[in-house]
């Protein structure tokens, strides 16, 4: 015989762990948020199945497409372990939009995805507001994403954090370039800080100081050393764009991330040639002075761990490289050269870490 259902014990959604009208809220509050990224493009607003985006408004001639989904990693246990929200969607655009603009791409449209155990409305209104605050800065739209309810897969208080976005770039103007060459200049602008790669080793390291994060950070005054270490990655896409746009002459561009300079300068580069690194050109920042005398790291895996202070790699031809200087601002900085590779390494280093200019 069929079961008799036991309408005494009834069971809602809600009592399952998940909260629609809370996500409807959450909904409502991301409206204005995303309305202020607008650019030309957007069709529609948040709340459709599907985001839409008008190629056409943007008046590219041969457009191609670029796309990059990436999220924050381990540095979000620290914003969680703190509370300290704010910038951590900075963080997630940042490691997107980035990886688009390295090809020559303007980025268009963003979508991101939050998910939790239990929705925690103000905490996933700060992170999303300074999504919306990155893509702001990008110049790009916030034109949807998911927000999730999963209770039994993290704890509590616990959130992941992932994005998407698309970009578009001239067919004739993707980058890399196919004429770098040995003597090429190598150009860099500085990071604000750890980024966002590395961080499972940072949190060890907190962790074998002893200290705290809310306690003073030993390295920068007036900070805590959890609000130090979650400083958000540096958006790049505004002052790139316009130094691409202005000079015409940038062959390559690498994004400093997990690898540091060691893996990722290799990626635009043919196989011919490599990067001649010079160590004293730059100053390693406190934050990474501090991290590898705590962790007692090596100058190659310093190098091959984080950004080291170097957040963006540009090549360009020895002829133009101070234009490039010039269109790109005082902060930028000449590291390197291009060298024919032979049998050593793809990335050499000449100098010592830490010595500074």
């Known amino acids: ?56 408004a943007c008046a590219f001639r041969d457009p191609v497409l670029v796309a990059a989904t990436d999220g924050v990693g381990t540095k979000l246990k620290l914003a969680i372990e703190t509370g300290l929200h704010e910038g951590i969607g900075i963080d997630l655009v940042a490691m997107n939009v980035n990886d688009l603009v390295v090809q020559g791409a303007e980025p268009l449209f963003f979508l991101d995805y939050f998910a939790s155990g239990k929705l925690d409305l103000g905490v996933a209104e700060t992170v999303i507001r300074s999504i919306a605050r990155g893509c702001k800065e990008a110049g790009c739209a916030l034109i949807g994403g998911e927000t999730a309810e999963m209770p039994g897969l993290y704890e509590p208080g616990d959130y992941d954090l992932a994005g998407f976005a698309v970009g578009a ?109 010079k160590l004293a050109s730059f100053t390693l920042p406190p934050v990474f002075q501090w991290l590898q005398r705590e962790a007692g790291l090596d100058e ?31 902060e930028a900085m000449e590291i390197g050269v291009i060298v024919k590779r032979g049998r050593g390494a793809a990335v050499r280093y000449a100098g010592t870490l830490g010595d500074g200019p």
């Open 1 to 56: 015989m069929p079961a008799t259902p036991r309408t005494s014990s009834r069971l809602t959604y809600r009592d399952a762990g998940v909260d629609i009208d809370a996500g409807n809220a959450l909904v409502e509050a991301i409206g204005p948020l995303a309305k202020a990224t607008r650019r030309k493009g957007v069709l529609g607003a948040i709340g459709g199945f599907g985001g839409l985006f008008d190629l056409k």
């Open 169 to 277: 770039v001239e067919r004739r103007a993707i980058l890399p370039r196919k004429d770098i060459k040995s003597g090429d200049a190598i150009l860099a602008l500085p990071s604000s800080g750890v980024h966002s790669n590395g961080f499972s080793l940072v949190r060890r390291v907190v962790e074998r100081s002893g200290l705290r994060l809310y306690d003073p950070a030993p390295f920068v005054q007036g900070k805590s050393l959890g609000a130090a270490l979650l400083t958000p990655t540096r958006i790049y896409v505004k002052q790139i764009l316009a130094a691409i746009r202005k000079t015409g002459a940038i062959k390559a561009l690498a994004h400093i991330t997990g690898g540091g300079l060691t893996d990722n300068i290799p990626r635009v580069l043919p196989k011919a040639l490599a990067a001649e690194i």
């Open 300 to 330: 190659a895996e310093m190098l091959r761990t984080f950004n080291c202070g170097i957040g963006m790699i540009l090549i360009v031809a020895h002829r133009d490289k101070r234009r490039v200087l010039r269109a790109l601002g005082t």
